[in-house]
């Protein structure tokens, strides 16, 4: 059974893509750091540790986002 071609790699949309990924993975950080403003004195420390390391993992998260766009950025000018 012979396979479909597969699709040509599209990447012109990636750096796009990649600061949308930013945007909403920092906005979920701000709606975390406000819910534990809200809730200040209320939540168990189980649960503020929970978000605190949530948020962590979000830094590296955007971290490894701004170094593929540059990665994108490279190849595009190369």
């Not at 930013?22 to 750091?33: C, D, K, L, S, V």
């Not at 809200?38 to 701004?66: H, L, Q, Y």
Request: proline letters at 4%.
């Amino acid at each position: 059974m012979e396979r479909p071609d597969a699709k040509p790699d599209d990447r012109s949309d990636n750096v796009e893509k990649l600061q949308n990924m930013i945007e909403h993975t920092m906005e979920n950080m701000r709606e975390a750091e406000d819910y534990m403003k809200a809730n200040e004195g209320e939540m168990p420390s189980e649960e503020v540790a929970d978000i605190r390391e949530k948020n962590r993992r979000r830094r590296d998260a955007i971290e490894g986002f701004r170094e593929e766009i540059r990665d994108e950025i490279s190849d595009r000018e190369s």
